[in-house]
């Protein structure tokens, strides 16, 4: 074991796998704070997209991820919706 707060298969000692992007679709985010949040390039709702983990902005064309139940609200780590997810 490289670090005390992990176990040999690469998980913390939670439980939760340091490996992002699989992790963060497994954690919920909170929904109250989903109804507070919106895009920060058009400043219009966001649609929660739970089968991809990403939160959608129509209106930018943008998804953004969602990682360990924290939604990455920045225009340089979303997904173009026009690119395959």
Request: charged content about 40%; overall charge neutral.
């Given at each position: 074991m490289s670090d005390a707060g992990e176990t040999k298969s690469g998980e913390t000692k939670s439980g939760a796998s340091?490996?992002?992007?699989a992790a963060g679709r497994?954690?919920?985010?909170?929904?109250?704070?989903?109804?507070l949040l919106v895009c920060p390039v058009s400043?219009?709702?966001?649609?929660f997209d739970k089968e991809a983990g990403?939160?959608?902005s129509e209106a930018a064309g943008l998804a953004y991820p969602i990682?360990?139940?924290?939604?990455?609200?920045?225009?340089?780590?979303?997904?173009?919706l026009d690119d395959t997810p």
């Open positions: 340091k490996s992002g992007a497994s954690q919920p985010v909170d929904p109250k704070l989903l109804e400043h219009k709702t966001l649609r990403e939160l959608i990682r360990d139940g924290i939604p990455i609200m920045l225009e340089d780590e979303a997904r173009r």
